[in-house]
């Protein structure tokens, strides 16, 4: 491997230094076969984009992409890295294109274009339509499923449109669920296995600052971490846990976990919806809904959740009252709540809360009837490293609705008004 990155560096030999797949790491090369999805996981320095950036270029070259969307975290990101950066779309390939940075496009001889979007903006996605897009470090885009739910029906045109993600890895549900996507296949590599295109010593210095440690593990070796130490779930345990509700339920509930203030800058409004089917030790919950609210007043989120009641024709709602107390249940009623309320007091901390739920999913009694990706991501960043956050209203709601209808009316640490 040194001696091939020797020779495809070398000054006088320029046709075999733009042969990437000469001397590129294996997790640099797309994988074979009929992929729609390629996900490049890698430590930082791991050549990820020149990874990216060779991939279109060979799209390019071989007629299959003529239309390509370039995503990056933001409009500079791309800029600088995947267009004008040292391994970007100008610095690599036999064919150098041309850039024309008032429109935001690339351009290529035989006549392909690569548009440039932001992540921060994917409305910008709406209307175009591509046969091919790369993302570059897809895990520091805002909402990266938001941006996938607008990419993915936009990549329509030519024979097999496919979709090459760079990114390294951060422990969020939204990786996770990509890599699980049917169609997709992963490849990975480390800063190490690149370290001769990186400064002298880089590698050694990094390995001094952060080897051994789970930052290093993630930013260096690329590596998917499972969560974060002390959490109560993992994605991998949540990607088991997806399927199909049941045709019937005993019965559903709504739960909701108020916020203390209102405003647009107060915490959440937890609102979920989740039912049970099946007696004693064969019992299955099944979570249905995330109808989470932020910055509305409580009449605003007690309507969301009488909306889910009705919609989902729950049995009742039940409701956190550490927050409110009856006054809870009286903004519910005032709402139009059309089942019951029952009102439910914590007299333990979540963690302890959320311990017994947690051990249903564990047990594999859990059911996820969709991909509930801010809930999900909650889910993996809880447990007890997540004292200092922000209040974690989604995973509140769903440890109140599956407390009621999977474990003892009054469990431990829960008083039932």
């Known amino acids: 491997m040194r001696a091939a990155r020797a020779i495809?560096?070398?000054?006088?030999?320029?046709?075999?230094?733009?042969?990437?797949?000469?001397?590129?790491?294996?997790?640099?090369?797309?994988?074979?076969?009929?992929?729609?999805?390629?996900?490049?996981?890698?430590?930082?320095?791991?050549?990820?984009?020149?990874a990216g950036a060779e991939w279109v270029h060979a799209c390019v070259a071989a007629g299959v992409a003529r239309r390509i969307a370039l995503v990056g975290q933001s409009q500079l990101d791309v800029r600088n890295v995947m267009i004008e950066g040292a391994s970007g779309l100008l610095a690599v390939g036999r064919t150098r294109p041309t850039y024309e940075p008032s429109l935001r496009r690339v351009s290529w001889p035989n006549g392909a274009q690569a548009f440039a979007y932001s992540a921060e903006e994917p409305d910008g996605l709406r209307g175009p339509q591509f046969d091919a897009?790369?993302?570059?470090?897809?895990?520091?885009?805002?909402?990266?499923?938001?941006?996938?739910?607008?990419?993915?029906?936009?990549?329509?045109?030519?024979?097999?449109?496919?979709?090459?993600i760079t990114t390294t890895p951060r422990p969020i549900a939204a990786l996770a669920t990509l890599c699980a996507t049917p169609g997709?296949?992963?490849?990975?590599?480390?800063?190490?296995?690149?370290?001769?295109?990186?400064?002298?010593?880089f590698?050694?210095?990094m390995r001094a600052l952060w080897g051994g440690t789970r930052f290093g593990r993630q930013e260096l070796d690329g590596e998917l971490l499972a969560a974060p130490d002390g959490a109560l779930w993992t994605r991998d345990g949540l990607a088991r846990c997806r399927g199909a509700a049941p045709a019937t339920l005993d019965e559903i509930v709504v739960a909701v976990d108020p916020p203390a203030s209102a405003g647009a800058d107060a915490d959440a409004c937890g609102v979920i919806v989740a039912g049970a089917v099946g007696e004693g030790a064969a019992r299955r919950g099944v979570v249905l809904e995330d109808a989470t609210v932020q910055g509305l007043t409580p009449l605003g989120w007690a309507r969301v959740a009488c909306d889910a009641a009705a919609r989902w024709r729950a049995s009742r709602i039940v409701a956190e009252s550490n927050q409110g107390g009856e006054m809870v249940r009286t903004t519910l009623l005032v709402a139009g709540a059309p089942v019951p309320v029952r009102l439910l007091r914590a007299q333990v901390s979540k963690t302890a809360r959320a311990e017994p739920v947690a051990a249903l999913y564990e047990r594999g009694r859990i059911t996820h009837a969709g991909v509930f990706a801010a809930?999900?991501?909650?889910?993996?960043?809880?447990?007890?490293?997540?004292?200092?956050?922000?209040?974690?209203d989604r995973v509140d709601a769903l440890v109140w609705a599956l407390t009621d209808v999977m474990l003892a009316r009054a469990a431990p640490g829960v008083r039932v008004l």
Do not use: Y
């Not at 030999?13 to 009929?34: T, Y």
């Not at 470090?137 to 097999?160: I, K, N, Q, S, T």
């Not at 997709?184 to 990186?198: I, K, P, S």
């Open 8 to 50: 495809a560096q070398a000054p006088a030999a320029p046709e075999i230094r733009d042969e990437f797949a000469l001397w590129a790491g294996p997790g640099q090369l797309p994988p074979r076969g009929d992929w729609r999805v390629w996900v490049f996981v890698g430590g930082r320095g791991a050549g990820k984009t020149r």
């Open 133 to 164: 897009a790369w993302g570059d470090e897809f895990c520091a885009w805002p909402d990266p499923d938001l941006v996938l739910g607008v990419l993915r029906p936009a990549l329509r045109l030519g024979a097999h449109p496919r979709l090459a």
């Open 184 to 201: 997709a296949v992963t490849t990975r590599a480390t800063m190490a296995e690149n370290a001769d295109n990186l400064a002298p010593g």
């Open 203 to 205: 590698v050694e210095d």
């Open 375 to 392: 809930l999900e991501a909650e889910m993996c960043a809880f447990g007890e490293a997540h004292a200092g956050r922000a209040s974690p």
